[in-house]
């Protein structure tokens, strides 16, 4: 799947090629948008035994009039952490393939710090013979720190067993600059064993001599560039730059003028974190491409960008556009402006055709280790915290931003214990440890949920995955806890002693094996339910599940206790 | 060489990165050819451990001043038969390194067809060490035909025994495209074998649905292109060209307009056969830099074409570019206009200054099995043919061209024996066996050198490099073919009995082990020799040795016989 390998019977393939036989398949009459020249061209294109044989005129055993549309090569997404989706793998290809992607390159580090190198293997087997071809990079940070207790922890003792898998491709986000730039040995024997392979970077703003040295072990692309005089210096020191266009992080409108004649070849596309709602909504790559050339881009640009350039940066070979001998995963699009999809053709089949698969995504059955949730029913008394200061700290969310703020607030509290406060927009905030049965529970405080009652919680928690959990009372947080726990992983919210709404995600937590539509129904729910209890987030799930990750500023709760990001230590709930 | 391995001493390369310690070297004050942004850049350039650790401000334990002057990637030629230059490879890196060019990749299939796979060994050991980057395809049509006889035939179960030399890179220039597009089992074996591995094309002229079958095996680059047409039709096929500058074939004007905004990336350029005055006079690729920005191409796109595009085509990782940890061969030119070369840096060590290396090229000792020249001493009685009809093919030889004519004329005939004719410009041509002791002699009549008396003999002689002499008179022949014989290879003239100029080619039969001014010299006699003779021809040694190569039109004289190579069949010398 990473390479072609040459068919045995070449000798039918070499005389379909040379019109001399009949081809498989020919996609007659269209506009053959050539990624290497730059150019439309008007050629029928033969296809044969998932090769594309020949670009000109050609018969086939079957003909399809495809005059007046594009034939664009298949899309390639290049960094998806495609957990955020919610879904498996072959209900995520129900939705990408039609709409024109036809290989991408996952991180799964969201799965494998549930489950390490097993759920990697999951992924990896829940992805096989999909008209999508899941490529994988090894994750690099898991945990991504040691400030939470995640379910696994990959040295690269570990990461060496997964060089042997064709699917994985090299080494994912490194996220860890500062082990790279101080040369810790465990961040180094990883990238050591992928010295030979592609590496990606993650190094948001790192600039100057310690950018220079953060390249040295060779990594090679970045996503995380926000700004065009970071995204100057990265493409200048040898950083191909994936513009990112997820659901979160939109980087694109002020990414686009950086590209110019000369560069282009070093830039692709990634979503990064897609969430359902927008796959299934906006859409994936062919979202990106319309909004790139709304935005001013060129289209054959946008396309070569979203096509060879991807394949080229993970050294794909023979894919990534439309020439003799090259893979035959073409897009029909109804132009180049809009970006509509008519059908897909994944290695030369017809895949998808107006917006739905035409082949069914095999289901899995999940296995039975597939959602550890080893945590003990929470102990209320345990729970309910003596108010041991006159201040407290509070965590800031703002809608739609995984950045939170840091506020010192008078603490609430009542009968000399720690509790919500409408009246301020305080929530309570938990995250418990589901991994490993140590029964920790992180507590906290939240500003900007908006709840007048009830509570949320999630098994959705970046990046170790614990329960996260915010409300207005513990007996509720406990309600939602212990619903996402019985779950085995998911999402619920409560009322008083009612579940509002939840969904399962049996699948270490993070998806759902349940067909999209089940899911983002599901979703809907969930979202108004949290209405129903005040929220005021457009998005509370999503800000929850970054409240716990402690890699982003300014303060953040993991099961083992508050965390400044800024100092990167842990600090006390309360103050004096 | 292949790739870059991190050292296990990182932490003292990291602290140079970060400028916390000196750099070993910085070139300071220099405008930097950025090949990604394609900007030139005012940028302090630091190395350490051959490689570059920064590009900012950099102190270092040494430091150059190149104010005023260009850093660029090290020049990297695509495909060269290095034999051409007649010197061994150390000789040849004190020519191209002077000039820019720091990494190369050649065909070794001039020596393949005398010795082999040894032939190949011999030249991975004498270019080791350099400070130039020997890299090698693997041969794909040794011999070239079976209308010859050579001293080695290479199957792919020979070439298997390469794969694992690491600077073997790929397989060589694919001549026999009637075996690629019919599917010939010998032919798809080596394809096979390399189809994870870069593979050149060489299918002058090809096009339509044959070029289309011809790139299923995974051909990727093509550097026989010579018109407009043929390189549009080549490039939106997928392949990559490299635009040929060579010696004779010189398509570099002709191919310039191909270069555009989009499809500058999939373009490099190589020399391919590049004569030692050549090298010596106008310059390897610092000269088709010059030429080329001379005609119209932006110095910016040159320089990528000559340095990042090339290392792509093979997938040298880390190569091209001037980036933090990428190696650190380094170009500075005076401008980007004359490509005058100031200085060259290899793995960051000064290598060439002001035209010549600053290390000593290691001298060779050549093994004694290096030049076969399995031949007995000539039959004069055997040779003298009888004029056996009253017409004879003749060989029409134009100067500066591989091309040949195919006139039938009356015979030139003696007492009933074929005899030279002056009056007519017709010499007398015979082509030796030097490999196997066959003791076969092809023998042919020339018309175009211009010979008023004496002889002249070569074993160079494209592709199974036999002797080939022409001459006045038998007499003379045998003299000449006899000195390259007693020389174990090499370029004679004569006259009468004297032996009036002669070069030893020792190296098999096609290289000399003397410095290149040594060559150059004796080169420089042999051609005033020629004149001596009556020769007209300007590079009447290069003439003499493709009268012998019969994959090239119209009519050609191998050790077997005259073969018309538009039949592809052996004809005979007389007619009627």
Same mark, same amino acid.
């Given at each position: 799947?990473?390479?072609?390998?040459?068919?045995?019977? /070449?000798?039918?393939?070499?005389?379909?090629?040379?019109?001399? *036989?009949?081809?498989?398949?020919?996609?007659?009459?269209?506009?053959?948008?050539?990624?290497?020249?730059?150019?439309?061209?008007?050629?029928? #294109?033969?296809?044969?035994?998932?090769?594309?044989?020949?670009?000109?005129?050609?018969?086939?055993?079957?003909?399809?009039?495809?005059?007046?549309?594009?034939?664009?090569?298949? =899309?390639?997404?290049?960094?998806?952490?495609?957990? %955020?989706?919610?879904?498996?793998?072959?209900?995520?290809?129900?939705?990408?393939?039609?709409?024109?992607?036809?290989?991408?390159?996952?991180?799964?580090?969201?799965?494998?710090?549930?489950?390490?190198?097993?759920?990697?293997?999951?992924?990896?087997?829940?992805?096989?013979?999909?008209?999508?071809?899941?490529?994988?990079?090894? @994750? %690099?940070?898991?945990?991504?720190?040691?400030?939470?207790?995640?379910?696994?922890? !990959?040295?690269?003792?570990?990461?060496?067993?997964?060089?042997?898998?064709?699917?994985?491709?090299?080494?994912?986000?490194?996220?860890?600059?500062?082990?790279?730039?101080?040369?810790?040995?465990?961040?180094?024997?990883?990238?050591?064993?992928?010295?030979? +392979?592609?590496?990606?970077?993650?190094?948001?703003?790192?600039?100057?001599?310690? =950018?220079?040295?953060?390249?040295?072990?060779?990594?090679?692309?970045?996503?995380?560039?926000?700004?065009?005089? &970071?995204?100057?210096?990265?493409?200048?020191?040898?950083?191909?730059l994936f513009i990112r266009e997820g659901s979160q992080a939109r980087n694109l409108a002020d990414l686009l003028p950086l590209v110019n004649d000369h560069n282009y070849r070093r830039l692709s596309f990634c979503t990064d974190d897609r969430h359902l709602d927008d796959l299934l909504g906006e859409g994936h790559l062919d979202h990106v491409l319309r909004k790139a050339v709304r935005h001013g881009l060129p289209a054959m640009k946008a396309v070569t960008m979203a096509t060879l350039n991807a394949a080229e940066a993970f050294g794909l070979r023979r894919r990534g556009a439309l020439a003799p001998g090259w893979r035959a995963d073409v897009v029909v699009f109804e132009s180049l402006e809009s970006f509509q999809v008519r059908e897909v053709y994944k290695d030369g089949r017809l895949a998808a055709r107006r917006?739905?698969?035409?082949?069914?995504?095999? +289901?899995?059955?999940?296995?039975?280790?597939?959602?550890?949730?080893?945590?003990?029913?929470?102990?209320?008394?345990? =729970?309910? #915290?003596?108010? $041991?200061? $006159?201040?407290? +700290?509070?965590? *800031?969310?703002?809608?739609?931003?995984?950045?939170?703020? /840091?506020?010192?607030?008078?603490?609430?509290?009542?009968?000399?214990?720690?509790?919500?406060?409408?009246?301020?927009?305080?929530?309570?905030?938990?995250?418990? *440890?589901?991994?490993?049965?140590?029964?920790?529970?992180?507590?906290?405080?939240? +500003?900007?949920?908006?709840?007048?009652?009830?509570?949320?919680? %999630?098994?959705?928690? /970046?990046?170790? /995955?614990?329960?996260?959990?915010?409300?207005?009372?513990?007996?509720?947080?406990?309600?939602?806890?212990?619903?996402?726990?019985?779950?085995?992983?998911?999402?619920?919210?409560?009322?008083? &002693?009612?579940?509002?709404? %939840?969904?399962?995600?049996?699948?270490?937590?993070?998806?759902?094996?349940?067909?999209?539509? &089940?899911?983002?129904?599901? !979703?809907?729910? !969930?979202?108004?339910?949290?209405?129903?209890?005040?929220?005021?987030?457009?998005?509370?799930?999503?800000?929850?599940?970054?409240?716990?990750?402690?890699?982003? @500023?300014?303060?953040?709760?993991?099961?083992?206790? #508050?965390?400044?990001?800024?100092?990167?230590?842990?600090?006390?709930?309360?103050?004096?």
């Amino acid at each position: 799947m990473t390479d072609i390998n040459l068919p045995s019977d /070449h000798g039918s393939l070499l005389r379909a090629a040379r019109g001399l *036989e009949p081809a498989d398949l020919v996609l007659k009459g269209g506009l053959v948008v050539n990624v290497f020249t730059g150019e439309t061209e008007a050629a029928d #294109l033969a296809v044969k035994d998932g090769l594309i044989v020949g670009l000109g005129r050609y018969d086939g055993l079957t003909v399809r009039d495809v005059s007046g549309l594009y034939l664009a090569p298949g =899309l390639i997404e290049t960094h998806l952490h495609l957990e %955020s989706a919610l879904v498996a793998p072959g209900e995520l290809a129900g939705i990408l393939v039609p709409r024109g992607t036809t290989a991408l390159v996952a991180d799964p580090h969201e799965i494998a710090n549930v489950l390490g190198l097993r759920g990697i293997r999951f992924l990896l087997d829940a992805s096989a013979g999909l008209p999508l071809d899941f490529f994988f990079m090894a @994750p %690099s940070c898991v945990p991504a720190t040691h400030l939470e207790t995640s379910g696994a922890e !990959l040295e690269a003792e570990d990461l060496r067993t997964l060089l042997a898998e064709p699917r994985i491709l090299g080494l994912a986000e490194v996220m860890n600059f500062p082990g790279v730039i101080n040369g810790l040995p465990r961040v180094w024997d990883k990238l050591a064993l992928f010295a030979r +392979r592609p590496i990606d970077g993650h190094s948001p703003g790192l600039n100057g001599p310690d =950018l220079n040295a953060y390249l040295l072990p060779g990594i090679a692309t970045e996503h995380e560039t926000t700004t065009l005089a &970071e995204g100057r210096e990265k493409l200048a020191r040898g950083l191909r730059l994936f513009i990112r266009e997820g659901s979160q992080a939109r980087n694109l409108a002020d990414l686009l003028p950086l590209v110019n004649d000369h560069n282009y070849r070093r830039l692709s596309f990634c979503t990064d974190d897609r969430h359902l709602d927008d796959l299934l909504g906006e859409g994936h790559l062919d979202h990106v491409l319309r909004k790139a050339v709304r935005h001013g881009l060129p289209a054959m640009k946008a396309v070569t960008m979203a096509t060879l350039n991807a394949a080229e940066a993970f050294g794909l070979r023979r894919r990534g556009a439309l020439a003799p001998g090259w893979r035959a995963d073409v897009v029909v699009f109804e132009s180049l402006e809009s970006f509509q999809v008519r059908e897909v053709y994944k290695d030369g089949r017809l895949a998808a055709r107006r917006g739905a698969l035409t082949v069914p995504a095999p +289901r899995i059955e999940p296995p039975d280790w597939i959602s550890p949730m080893n945590v003990a029913v929470l102990d209320r008394a345990a =729970l309910d #915290l003596p108010a $041991a200061g $006159a201040r407290v +700290r509070v965590i *800031e969310a703002a809608d739609a931003q995984v950045v939170t703020g /840091h506020s010192i607030l008078e603490t609430p509290a009542r009968n000399g214990r720690l509790v919500a406060d409408p009246d301020r927009d305080l929530a309570r905030l938990l995250v418990v *440890e589901r991994h490993r049965g140590t029964a920790r529970v992180g507590q906290g405080l939240v +500003r900007g949920f908006g709840f007048n009652q009830g509570a949320m919680a %999630s098994s959705v928690a /970046h990046d170790s /995955h614990n329960i996260v959990a915010a409300g207005m009372s513990l007996d509720e947080i406990i309600l939602a806890v212990d619903t996402v726990r019985r779950l085995r992983g998911g999402l619920a919210v409560v009322a008083g &002693e009612r579940v509002l709404a %939840s969904l399962a995600l049996p699948l270490a937590g993070l998806m759902s094996p349940a067909p999209a539509a &089940e899911v983002a129904a599901g !979703l809907a729910r !969930l979202e108004a339910a949290a209405v129903e209890i005040g929220c005021r987030l457009k998005a509370p799930f999503m800000c929850l599940s970054f409240l716990a990750l402690p890699v982003i @500023p300014r303060l953040k709760l993991t099961d083992r206790g #508050l965390v400044d990001v800024d100092k990167f230590e842990f600090v006390r709930l309360f103050v004096e």
